[in-house]
């Protein structure tokens, strides 16, 4: 199996982990709220550039960082991309779907850059990436790797790790990449599940006695 696949399997299989919850479909179309210190708009190229202390809103959408760069096509969809200060992380945060009387969920993910592509709903995080779930306050996943991208969606997550260069700058042996990890909580047993049985410690197997050694006739 390609390698590069195996990341892709297994956060797919993480979007199902916690049965029905989903991204908060209502977000998507909510209008972006934008506050900065300082803003450069242009009108003719349906651009924008917001600086200075940045904080994105849409919805249970938000997202924070050093720069905004917004842009709008023709059809109205937006497309953002958060830049963090020089050895900071951007920061994203959005509220989950859940049945009701369940707790709050919440993704959370930090990156040097985030992109927010509203026609594809789905955010992407660049360089230094992590995104966290938490169940209420508690955190329940956690994945790190080079760039993830978080479809809206599907709820599918995808996570590469960082390629190692050919070799190293000395020519030698090539070093070793940073590889995608992730922390991946148990799912919930169903209501009214009864728990296993615990083992008895020391409790020796049952023998069926025998008069022949190695259970035959030589």
Known sequence: MNHRLLPTLLLAALACLHGVAHAEKADRAKPMNIEADALRHDEL???SVFSGRVVMTKGTIVLRGAR?????????????????EAGK????????DTLPGAPDEYIEGESEVIEYDGKADNVRFITRAELRRYRGAALSDEITGAVIVYNNLT????????????????????????????????????AGAAAPAPSTPGAAPVLRPSSNLGGGSK
């Open 89 to 96: 992380r951007a920061f994203f945060r959005q509220k989950r």
């Open 155 to 190: 709820d599918v997550f995808t996570v590469d790790g960082q390629r190692a260069p050919a070799t190293n700058a000395a020519g030698d042996a090539p070093a070793p990449g940073n590889r995608v990890r992730a922390v991946l909580a148990p799912k919930d047993p169903p």
């Open 68 to 84: 905004l760069d917004v842009r709008q096509d023709a059809d109205g969809y937006q497309f953002g991309v958060v830049t963090a």
């Open 45 to 47: 190229k349906q651009t």
